[in-house]
């Protein structure tokens, strides 16, 4: 029964740092944003 509990908890474990890695790969990586690019003004001079 130990092993099935620490086992549990080693996925449980697992998923939690997957879910926080994914959250801060969508929220910090300029690749991924939903953002597009803005388009360089042009010149007037």
Known sequence: MNHVVSLGAYILGCLAALLFAARW???N???LRADEP???Q???D
């Open 42 to 44: 042009r010149r007037t």
């Open 29 to 31: 990586d300029p690749v």
């Open 25 to 27: 790969l969508l929220r």
């Open 38 to 40: 803005q388009k360089p």
